[in-house]
């Protein structure tokens, strides 16, 4: 199925007023094969009638199963390897002894996609982090695919995902196999929360994150989306917390009141002063 301009600008439109993707005029292919799937899914016979019914209703099944399908969700797990070390190595480490007190932490990977992000995490938190064990710790995952959602909740992957990036060690402790999957132990897949949340919409997020994992997503934003949700952030995290975002992601030159750690790592440029002041929730 083919769609005509005027239907591929509305949808470029649609897609950017919803979630802030950008799609350019130059992938309009991946308009239509991403698409095509879902007009079929509708009873839709052409791509008018997909503009028509978004125009009527753009919140509706169909419009959610069309920014699902437009949203790209590589990921998979232990994606830039030095990243989790230098969280368990120094990131979580500081975090605990400013909040030794309370024993609490507050995890949120946003954009997680299909969950390998948060749970390569609490893996690695398991083997490197024993001691938080007798903390509480909860770790929020969300992202604006319902598909990535269900997946990730599920704990179920191919054999091709756990090819990925995942040590032979954790797939042994943590997986058991069930046919052709193999399915995260109950232990892994409880310790972590996931919702539904659109960063281009409101954050109805109810904790103050120590540590925020917002990885290789910024990059589909323009500069105006990517300073709105920077400052966002700036809201939402703990002011001693971090900030981590992905190998081709910055915060320089977009929100000033973010410093650099480490590769990856954030921090808000007074963090220093907010720990001393202390943090423990
Ligand atoms: C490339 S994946 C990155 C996944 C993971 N953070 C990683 O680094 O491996 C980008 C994710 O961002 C999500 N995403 C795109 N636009 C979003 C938005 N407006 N709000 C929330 N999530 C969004 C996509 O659904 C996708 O799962």
Wanted: charged share 25%; glycine share 6%; proline share 4%.
């Amino acid at each position: 199925m083919s769609a005509n301009a005027a239907e591929f600008g509305f949808i470029r439109r649609f897609l950017y007023e919803k979630s802030a993707i950008q799609v350019g005029a130059d992938k309009d292919y991946l308009i239509e094969s991403r698409l095509t799937p879902v007009l079929r899914k509708h009873g839709l016979t052409d791509f008018g009638g997909l503009v028509r019914r978004l125009r009527a209703n753009g919140s509706d099944a169909l419009s959610v199963d069309v920014l699902d399908a437009m949203t790209t969700n590589e990921t998979y797990f232990f994606r830039e390897p030095a990243v989790f070390d230098q969280l368990v190595r120094e990131v979580l480490p500081n975090l605990m002894s400013t909040r030794a007190a309370s024993r609490r932490l507050h995890i949120w990977s946003a954009a997680c996609s299909t969950g390998q992000e948060p749970y390569s995490l609490v893996m690695h938190m398991r083997e490197r982090l024993p001691q938080l064990r007798d903390w509480q710790v909860q770790v929020l995952a969300s992202d604006v695919s319902p598909s990535c959602l269900a997946q990730a909740r599920a704990g179920v992957y191919r054999q091709l995902e756990v090819n990925r990036g995942l040590p032979a060690p954790y797939l042994l402790k943590y997986f058991v196999r069930r046919g052709l999957d193999y399915v995260l132990k109950d232990e892994i897949r409880n310790a972590v929360e996931f919702r539904a949340l659109n960063l281009a919409g409101n954050w109805p997020i109810d904790i103050r994150p120590d540590l925020v994992l917002m990885r290789n997503v910024l990059i589909y934003f323009d500069l105006a989306t990517k300073t709105a949700i920077l400052g966002k952030v700036r809201k939402v995290l703990a002011g001693d917390g971090y900030l981590v975002l992905g190998a081709a992601e910055t915060t320089l030159n977009i929100d000033p009141a973010f410093e650099r750690v480490t590769q990856g790592v954030y921090r808000l440029r007074n963090a220093a002063t907010n720990s001393r002041k202390g943090s423990s929730r």
